[in-house]
């Protein structure tokens, strides 16, 4: 990308911050390779937000004089409009946005613009963009599993009686209902956006004034800044400070796992989209075709998002392997932090958009759900309940249930297709109202247990799933 006149201006071929002990300027190739203004430009506006509540703190304290404070936050403020207008476009020979924009400010107000870093490294700067970057990120990827949490809410309303096969191994398990189905996802969903939740509690405090590593001789109020930007206190080590990178893997570790969640249900989304099972009908603005094969319908937006997962996955690896021999503090390999947490968090927020929009124009086959729950003997659970109501132990019962199916295989067919006699042989308690317990249909209905399968126990959940869609 190239900057505009004015942007190459006020930000281009600026010193490094660091260049004052150098002789030589550094080689163009080191400069290139070092360079992270590519990745961390998404913070533009949190670190003038940052730099802005730490002058007005240098005021405030007599640090700096405050006409010259006041005159900072003003260009910064200028720096800001225009970046958000377009009239100042990031220069990218800048060694990172921090470089750029003290550059910048430098251009436009001189002397004054060189009080900006008083007080502070760009350690706990980095530390405190990226905090402030993700606690108005996180909230908007929260908006978007809620979104899709209502997307899914909205489907199992309409499905609170279609029978579905519930799995497990893959093979037929016991009949449930596509809305139960769904808000089994929609219980995973709401525990992801809890997880961020929880890991934005833990960046709640203001890394500023831990410097580079061991804080200021000035008289710094730390206290002050994190008023002034919404934190609830300050981060109580500075070396811990700067040294901190476990957000960014908390959070990539939310990521992971909300994305593997959404890889296991685009698995089904799969599954169920083939001839051989025909559950869902994608929309064909959310399917590709066969450059070959004519007649194909592919799912593989679905098939994409399962493949991105593998792509957060390796952001965390990343993160994690960063990390695992750094020592204290602050260390240049943790540059890399960024690319791998923005990464993540982009694959994430586009294959969750994706996902709603592919879900939510997507038609549901209820006859071919409905017959999956005949064969397969799924109701042999049933008849296990059937006789413990009548007060049989359970694995007397279980065993019983058994020997009904392993008649039905020698036979070839269903445990309701036995004649009664033979059922009866099998156990003497059983009798001719078993038939209406055992129908797929009676099988759901009679799981009315909190958290069960029934209308009515469905129907609780997607009322308090709707209830958490509505908070902020």
């Not at 599993?145 to 519930?166: N, R």
């Not at 960024?338 to 994430?348: C, G, I, M, N, R």
Request: with cysteine.
């Amino acid at each position: 990308m190239e900057s505009t006149a004015k942007g190459a201006m006020e930000g281009g071929n600026h010193a490094a911050l660091w260049h004052g002990r150098f002789q030589e300027g550094p080689d163009a190739q080191a400069v290139e390779f070092e360079t992270s203004i590519y990745v961390d430009q998404r913070m533009a506006q949190d670190d003038i937000a940052g730099s802005k509540a730490h002058v007005a703190m240098l005021g405030a304290s007599g640090i700096i004089p405050q006409a010259e404070a006041d005159q900072i936050i003003q260009a910064l403020e200028g720096i800001s409009q225009d970046l958000e207008s377009g009239a100042l476009t990031i220069d990218y020979s800048a060694e990172d946005i921090h470089s750029f924009i003290e550059g910048v400010l430098t251009d436009r107000i001189g002397e004054a613009g060189k009080k900006v870093h008083t007080g502070r490294s760009r350690n706990d700067q980095i530390a405190l963009d990226e905090r402030l970057y993700l606690r108005h990120a996180i909230p908007t990827l929260q908006g978007k599993i809620q979104t899709l949490v209502s997307v899914l809410v909205d489907i199992a309303d309409e499905h609170k009686e279609s029978l579905l096969s519930g799995y497990t191994h893959l093979q037929r398990a016991q009949p449930v209902t596509l809305a139960h189905h769904l808000c089994a996802w929609c219980w995973m969903l709401q525990r992801d956006c809890q997880r961020l939740e929880d890991a934005l509690s833990r960046i709640q405090l203001s890394p500023l004034g831990a410097g580079a590593l061991a804080g200021s001789s000035l008289p710094l109020n730390r206290e002050l800044v994190a008023q002034k930007l919404g934190f609830s206190g300050v981060t109580p080590n500075s070396l811990d400070t700067v040294a901190d990178r476990d957000y960014c893997i908390e959070f990539t570790a939310a990521f992971s796992l909300l994305m593997s969640h959404l890889s296991r249900f685009c698995e089904e989304v799969i599954i169920w989209s083939t001839e051989e099972f025909k559950f869902i009908d994608l929309s064909e603005r959310w399917s590709t075709g066969s450059s070959i094969m004519p007649q194909k319908k592919n799912p593989d937006f679905a098939e994409l998002i399962r493949g991105r997962t593998g792509r957060v996955y390796g952001n965390l690896i990343a993160l994690l392997t960063m990390v695992k021999g750094l020592p204290l503090s602050y260390n240049r390999d943790m540059q890399e932090d960024k690319e791998s947490l923005f990464d993540a968090y982009d694959t994430v927020s586009s294959c969750l958009e994706v996902f709603t929009k592919m879900i939510g124009t997507a038609r549901w086959n209820t006859q071919r759900m409905a017959a999956s729950c005949t064969g397969g003997h799924a109701n042999a659970t049933d008849v296990a309940e059937y006789l413990v109501r009548k007060g049989m132990p359970f694995r007397t019962a279980h065993g019983v249930a058994a020997k009904a199916v392993r008649m039905c295989i020698d036979r070839g067919c269903n445990i309701e297709d036995l004649p009664l006699e033979d059922l009866q042989s099998c156990s003497h308690l059983i009798e001719e109202d078993i038939y209406s317990l055992i129908t797929p249909r009676a099988c759901m209905e009679a799981r009315k247990v909190t958290g069960g399968p029934a209308p009515e126990a469905v129907a609780v959940q997607i009322q308090a799933l709707r209830q958490w869609c509505k908070k902020d």
